[in-house]
């Protein structure tokens, strides 16, 4: 095979299909065109290397293909780059806290397995940001190359610009103070109002509850792991916590509820505000929270403890929300079955605080859609 046929078969396997025919054909005639010129030139036929010189000249066969590819020439381009690149910062960031805290709790409740809690903060920290960064690339490269322009790219207020305060390192340190110069910051007067119009929530403080709902995500099906929560210790001992049947039994509708939570963030975030459409959706996604926390609650049985060959039930229900179930944890001791008593009644008080502001959140959004017009 000729070597400049070779070349155009290098470039020809590059383009799509439907252009390959035309495309080559031109490529063809400029090679040619040279070749001859060349060839006058010297008065004499060209051999193989002075042919490749002028292939060398024209280009390699992927970047001469690009030339006439049609999209994008990058996974992430500059309009979107800078947004990606922080979405990586916030969400690299919210995954190193998590892991610190996890490896807290790990060597206060363990401290001779600091070792292996360092290797697990780290395992975590590492798998979840390779996924991190995966999924935004992922949704970056489809918003370019279909040309997604979401509206928080060109409709922006500078009101709604606390938000990217999650991606500052400085202020994430300066909020550990608890000083109220730095929760100033974080959330300047008039950055977040409760109102009834359709823009008061702005796209990008989406963005936020987005990225946690994701490491959550990556948690509950295993991706990342949080080295510290399956134990801790008491004066006894170590004790251990396994899940009770419930849990597995719920698996899958916790899923689902953390991926739905996701994807209401995302409508938000691709409109760049809060309105009809994300209250709309929000309605049935906090009545399948309250299902769930309904058959945690009827359940009854939540985790297990277990310290050698005895253990306890963590256990709670209605007849947990009650004064005398409140004095019963000041009285209980701090052994095995103290604790389970303890974290039961307090897990009871947990799942109705939360019903309750479930219930609020719907009557909210019911509100809000009857009252509100977009505007």
Do not use: C
Not at 16 to 31: F, H, K, S, Y
Not at 32 to 42: I, T, Y
Not at 268 to 276: A, D, P, T
């Amino acid at each position: 095979m000729d070597i400049i046929e070779r070349y155009l078969e290098a470039v020809a396997a590059q383009l799509p299909t439907e252009d390959r025919e035309d495309i080559v054909a031109e490529l063809r005639d400029l090679i040619l065109s040279r070749v001859e010129a060349r060839e006058e030139e010297l008065g004499r036929a060209l051999n193989d290397e002075e042919k490749e010189a002028i292939l060398h000249e024209i280009g390699h066969p992927l970047i001469v293909a690009a030339r006439y590819r049609k999209g994008p020439d990058s996974l992430i381009g500059p309009e979107l780059f800078p947004y990606w690149l922080f979405g990586a910062k916030a969400g690299l960031i919210v995954i190193a806290a998590v892991q610190a805290l996890g490896l807290l709790i790990s060597v206060l409740g363990a401290p001779a397995d600091f070792g292996r809690a360092i290797s697990q903060a780290f395992h975590g920290f590492f798998s979840g940001g390779l996924t991190l960064l995966g999924a935004l690339t992922l949704a970056g490269a489809i918003m370019e190359h279909y040309d997604v322009k979401p509206k928080w790219l060109t409709k922006w207020r500078v009101r709604d610009l606390s938000a990217f305060g999650l991606a500052d390192p400085a202020k994430w340190g300066a909020s550990l103070s608890g000083s109220e110069k730095a929760k100033a910051e974080w959330l300047p007067k008039g950055a977040r109002v409760w109102g009834v119009t359709a823009n008061d929530k702005p796209g990008l403080e989406a963005l936020a509850s987005l990225i946690v709902g994701g490491v959550f995500v990556m948690w509950w099906i295993g991706v990342i792991r949080f080295p510290g929560l399956g134990e801790f210790s008491l004066r006894s001992g170590a004790v251990g916590i396994e899940a009770a049947p419930v849990w597995a039994a719920l698996y899958g509708p916790i899923l689902a509820l953390a991926v739905g939570g996701m994807a209401v963030d995302a409508v938000s975030l691709i409109r760049g505000r809060e309105g009809r459409l994300t209250w709309l959706l929000k309605i049935p996604l906090a009545g399948a929270a309250l299902w769930v926390l309904w058959r945690l609650f009827n359940a009854g049985w939540w985790l297990t403890l277990t310290q050698g060959a005895a253990s306890a039930r963590v256990e709670g229900g209605a007849t947990n929300i009650n004064l005398d179930a409140l004095r019963a944890v000041s009285e209980a001791g701090r052994d095995l079955d103290g604790t389970a008593l303890t974290l039961g009644t307090v897990l009871t008080w947990v799942f109705a605080v939360m019903a309750i502001s479930l219930v609020v959140n719907i009557a909210t959004y019911v509100w809000r859609l009857a009252t509100t017009r977009e505007g």
